[in-house]
């Protein structure tokens, strides 16, 4: 399915999960879109592979007419497995280990400080709510750092997840993976465009002091109750 033109306001409950780089926002976001039979879109991955094609195409993280032309010819689309989304960029799926690469974890949040970089995905982001409608889910939950600041700000649940950067360093070792999480945070926070940092109004979450499961039945159960209290 290819991105589409409307952006129809309903009434389609959307969660989403912002936060620093290995706060639980992808592990939280999958427990959930399972338990509440909703889509999850991972917005980092867009980021990602913008990057990683972006890069392999030459281009500097930089404003630059390369950069503009070569956002423009890309055509985005989404394959659904389960209830994850994930971005086809002219017809090709990334693979985890091009999204995590090294080269790609030390240039993503130069790619996504860019205005150019940030418009071509906002469209595309905001189209999930649509994908999710017409797949059949109950709702959407979305995940990344600007989601309910500027992606979906009047989303009805939102929340920030937080834990302390050595926490979020160990968990990160423990997946094998060399990532730069307090630089990524650094440029994350204090870029001009959709910087990072907890929409007003949304609910921070420590995942520190909970369990994965934990921190999962408690979106769930905020979400089902207002739910019920709505009918
Ligand atoms: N509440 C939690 N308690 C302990 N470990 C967690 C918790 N949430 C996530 N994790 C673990 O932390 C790591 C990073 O989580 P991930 O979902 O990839 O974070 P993010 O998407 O924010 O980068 C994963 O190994 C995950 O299993
Ligand atoms: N909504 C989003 C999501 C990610 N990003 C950027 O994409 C990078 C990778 O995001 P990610 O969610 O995959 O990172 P992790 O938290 O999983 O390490 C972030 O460091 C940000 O620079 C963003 O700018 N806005």
């Known amino acids: ?12 409950p959307i969660i989403t999960l912002d936060g620093g780089a290995a706060t639980g926002k992808s592990s939280t976001a999958r427990g959930v879109s399972q338990q509440l039979r909703f ?6 991955s867009h980021y990602r592979a913008l990057t990683f094609l972006l ?6 993280p930089e ?6 032309e070569a956002l423009e010819e890309m055509k985005l689309s989404a394959e659904v497995d389960g209830t994850l ?49 017409e797949k059949g889910f109950l709702g959407l939950v979305i995940e990344g750092r600007d989601i309910g600041s500027v992606v979906f700000p009047e ?16 968990r990160r070792s423990e997946e094998g993976q060399e990532d730069s999480v307090a630089a990524r945070d650094k440029a994350d926070s204090g870029r ?13 979450i420590n995942t520190g002091n909970y369990t994965l499961e934990e921190v999962i039945s408690q979106i769930c159960q905020k979400v ?5 209290a709505l009918q």
Not at 63 to 68: K, M, Q, R, V
């Open 1 to 12: 399915m290819s991105e589409p033109v409307s952006d129809s306001a309903t009434d389609f």
């Open 39 to 44: 889509l999850h879109a991972d917005t980092g």
């Open 55 to 60: 890069l392999r195409k030459g281009i500097s």
């Open 63 to 68: 404003e630059s007419d390369e950069l503009t």
């Open 85 to 133: 989304a994930s971005l086809i960029a002219d017809g090709k799926k990334l693979s985890p280990e091009d999204l995590r690469s090294l080269e790609v974890n030390r240039n993503v949040s130069s790619f996504a400080a860019l205005p150019p970089v940030r418009n071509r995905l906002l469209r595309y982001q905001r189209w999930h709510r649509e994908l999710a409608l």
């Open 155 to 170: 989303a009805p649940f939102r929340f920030f997840l937080e834990a302390d950067e050595s926490t979020r360093i160990q």
């Open 192 to 204: 001009k465009t959709a910087p990072l940092h907890c929409p007003e109004g949304a609910i921070r």
């Open 224 to 228: 089902q109750n207002d739910s019920d």
